[in-house]
């Protein structure tokens, strides 16, 4: 196993991490959090994939002040599930706790679902869309070369007050639209890759009152650790690699996304 990067120099206005899998990350979640908390990382969204997942989500945010969850069908297992009815009532037994603050993640894989899976994955996302809009909860959008089918369920269904296109993938004329609907864009450590200008150019587009930060630990370890294991204390390299691309003052940037954060899932205190 590959050594966890060191930490970087902690922020001096705290942020939150909108997307993080604390059940994927190795060791103890309490240490992760301690660990994304000394470096100004306060407030984490921890992100449910499963029904299993979402109830351990569901936990830990019951425990643990600096955590929220959300929960949800991932759109590549929902094809894959014996009984895919069941699971989104207990996934919506779930979304009414109120440490839950968001459904998903959910949407659209055209990358890893193919045809045949389609159906089901597209049904899943509408169930999910209902259940942000009954209990009036953040919807997290997982986007994968589905742009416009994404768009398109939403159009359909209605989007709710809510919407999240977490780890955004899109160039600058899909965040245009994004941002005209008034969905919010959540940026991951892969707008701080050499690879990446298209993210860059997005996010350059994306208002603070719409962009949000985001590790998706323990996947898409930001510059210059990518390949090393992610976490939520690594948060702070994406937020300063922002602050250049938006030309931005860095404790500005950080209380824009603080207050999205808490406007998009609710106080922390709560
Ligand atoms: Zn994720």
């Given at each position: 196993m590959k050594e966890p990067p060191p930490p970087p120099a902690p922020l001096a206005v705290p942020v939150l991490?909108?997307?993080?899998h604390l059940d994927m990350v190795d060791g103890d979640p309490r240490d992760a959090i301690a660990a994304a908390a000394a470096v100004g990382v306060t407030r984490l969204v921890q992100v449910g994939t499963d029904v299993e997942s979402s109830r351990w989500s569901a936990d830990l945010a019951q425990t643990e002040p600096a955590v929220v969850a959300t929960v949800a069908l991932h759109p590549n297992d929902a094809p894959r599930l014996a009984d895919l009815d069941e699971a989104l009532r207990v996934i919506e037994e779930l979304a009414r706790?109120?440490?839950?603050r968001g459904i998903g993640e959910t949407g659209l894989d055209h990358f890893r679902t193919g045809e045949a899976g389609r159906a089901a994955q597209e049904r899943s996302f509408r169930a999910h869309i209902q259940f942000a809009k009954d209990t009036g909860k953040a919807l997290v959008i997982h986007d994968r070369d589905a742009h416009a089918d994404v768009l398109r369920v939403l159009d359909e269904e209605g989007a709710p007050d809510t919407v999240v296109l977490h780890c955004?993938?899109?160039d600058e004329a899909f965040a245009v639209e994004c941002v005209k609907r008034g969905y919010l864009l959540s940026f991951a450590g892969?707008?701080?890759?050499?690879?990446?200008p298209n993210l860059r150019e997005a996010a350059k587009v994306t208002p603070l009152d719409q962009l949000l930060v985001e590790t998706d630990a323990p996947f898409l370890?930001?510059?210059?650790?990518?390949g090393r294991p992610n976490a939520p204390y690594l948060i702070p390299l994406t937020v300063r690699a922002l602050a250049t691309v938006k030309e931005v003052d860095l404790d500005e940037l950080c209380a824009g996304i603080a207050a999205t954060g808490e406007r998009a899932f609710g106080s922390w205190r709560a």
């Open positions: 991490d909108a997307h993080t706790q109120p440490r839950v955004f993938s899109g892969t707008v701080t890759f050499t690879n990446a370890t930001p510059m210059p650790h990518r």
